[in-house]
């Protein structure tokens, strides 16, 4: 009997290194074959110039400035440092820079939030936009210098549904020529509403202002002076700095300070005596001769040209952002201002209306 055991036990032995060794050959294969999968996955990658995973460095430093951007933006009630003769006056520092205009945020350290206080946003700092330039919301946001940014508001639900898709704010520069770029959203409450708050960050480079001429008096009566109204249409305010008016024989740049979106200001051959009715800002411009006093006429009702220009910082390059040309045909009357109809060419007295007296600053 012992010898029987001792058998059936030798002969089990040959038959455990067999399984054993089949189970190594399919491990080894197995990893082979995988080996294979990633020599031949890599090399695909690499003639694709493919990477797996988001690794390229420039892309996620975009991802992350749209982002923190966004955050800084919506997550407070903001801050700003007013400049006081060129210093920062700390002692008066204050998160309501909503309530102050574009001339002064223009030269403020600020960061512009739109936040309440209580996690929704505020109606006032979203309106209140219209006082920040392009450039000092990037340096706000702690955004690249260089960079470009777009910024849209809008409302997403609302108990009118009249509001639904109703833009609070939209403007910046387009994304149509950019290389890199990235996009980030959040939506809040602002009230009982549900508003979405879209910030793209990218390198297309920021475009001119669309500032324009609104509306000239060029012959006016009984001693006021001749004026031309400019007008910002942009969401965005705009630094003056740079922008001049000019006819021929004679120019003039047309002061400092910013314009808030969607007003307008007056360039004006005597401040003193300018119908005002609306205490927009106003440019004298007299000493330059580009526009008459009242006692001494420039333009010509007649025949003459106004030009809106725009020099670039640290050349002498002036780009035309409009210019009006008429003639006796357009048959100007005394004390007549033109206004633009927004539409057509400027320079065609069909896209002109006269009005006595006319409406600067409206």
Not at 67 to 94: F, M, P, W, Y
Request: charge should be negative; charged fraction near 15%; glycine fraction near 10%.
């Amino acid at each position: 009997m012992e010898r029987t055991r001792c058998r059936v036990a030798s002969a089990r032995r040959p038959r455990s290194r067999v399984g054993d060794e089949e189970a190594m050959t399919a491990v080894v294969e197995f990893l082979s074959a995988f080996v294979l999968f990633l020599v031949i996955v890599s090399a695909f990658l690499s003639i694709s110039q493919l990477k797996l995973g988001s690794n390229v460095a420039e892309s996620d430093r975009f991802d992350q400035m749209a982002i923190d951007g966004l955050e800084r933006l919506t997550d407070s009630k903001g801050h700003v440092v007013i400049q006081v003769n060129g210093s920062r006056d700390t002692a008066n520092a204050t998160d309501d820079w909503h309530l102050l205009n574009a001339s002064v945020l223009l030269l403020s350290n600020y960061l512009p939030g739109l936040g309440d206080g209580n996690g929704r946003l505020d109606p006032a700092r979203i309106t209140a936009l219209a006082n920040v330039t392009e450039i000092n919301l990037i340096h706000g946001l702690g955004i690249q210098d260089g960079l470009s940014l777009n910024l849209t508001i809008t409302v997403m639900s609302s108990l009118d549904q009249n509001r639904v898709g109703l833009e609070l704010f939209a403007d910046g520069s387009p994304r149509a020529s950019a290389t890199r770029g990235s996009t980030a959203s959040r939506t809040l409450y602002m009230g009982d509403e549900q508003v979405r708050i879209t910030l793209e960050v990218h390198d297309a480079g920021r475009v001119p202002s669309g500032m324009r001429i609104t509306e000239f008096m060029a012959d006016p009566s009984n001693g006021p002076p001749e004026w031309v109204e400019i007008e910002n249409p942009d969401g965005f305010a705009v630094n003056i700095t740079g922008w001049s008016i000019a006819q021929p024989g004679a120019f003039s740049m047309i002061g400092s300070g910013a314009i808030a979106g969607g007003d307008r200001l007056i360039c004006t051959g005597n401040a003193l005596t300018q119908y005002n009715p609306t205490a927009a800002m106003m440019f004298d411009l007299h000493a330059s001769g580009v526009l008459g006093t009242g006692g001494i006429d420039t333009l010509s009702s007649s025949s003459d040209t106004i030009v809106l220009g725009y020099t670039l910082p640290g050349t002498a390059l002036t780009q035309v952002a409009m210019s009006v040309t008429w003639d006796h045909t357009w048959n100007i009357g005394s004390n007549q201002s033109m206004t633009y109809n927004m539409g057509g060419s400027p320079n065609s007295a069909t896209n002109w209306t006269s009005a006595p007296i006319g409406t600067p600053g409206w």
